[in-house]
């Protein structure tokens, strides 16, 4: 998490000090957009790491571990991948949520899955992507993209394990 953090901030700084040298209050701008964006957000980030730590006491270890472990095999892969696509929000929601089922005793497979499924099929973007694109090309999307999650847990399962 400290790498992450560091790579953070070096990008942070670096693109305010890039609107900072445009002289047209770009930095100003920046900061109020970021404001705005935390003020619309914190909600959001809050339910995600209560629901985490949550998740890690309410349920228990054996459980997840039998579910969801390494030795779920294709089952802990299957619910990963339902459970990727139903996770709405942005990894801020998503990463916490999949960190603590980690933490918890989910195998690595299941993880991926996950993680590949809320990408790639979440839910939430459906009415989005109806709305804009039409139902044809969001079911061919979803038609081609359904089992990459699956495939992508076995994967990591087969090769990783």
Do not use: C
Request: charged share 10%; hydrophobic share 60%.
């Amino acid at each position: 998490m400290i790498t992450a953090l560091i790579i953070l901030i070096v990008l942070a700084t670096m693109t305010s000090v890039v609107a900072y040298r445009k002289g047209d209050g770009s930095h100003v701008k920046g900061f109020k957009i970021a404001q705005k964006t935390l003020i619309n957000m914190w909600p959001l980030l809050i339910i995600a790491f209560v629901m985490a730590g949550f998740i890690q006491v309410a349920i228990p270890p054996e459980l997840i571990k039998s579910w969801l472990g390494e030795q779920a095999g294709l089952r802990g892969v299957l619910i990963g991948s339902i459970a990727g696509a139903l996770i709405p929000g942005g990894p801020y929601v998503a990463f916490p949520i999949i960190a603590s089922v980690v933490n918890a005793g989910a195998g690595l497979g299941t993880a991926v899955a996950f993680i590949t499924s809320w990408a790639m099929l979440g839910i939430g973007a459906i009415p989005f992507e109806l709305a804009i694109v039409g139902s044809k090309f969001m079911f061919l999307r979803l038609a081609l993209v359904l089992v990459i999650p699956i495939l992508s847990g076995i994967l990591a399962n087969v090769f990783f394990v």
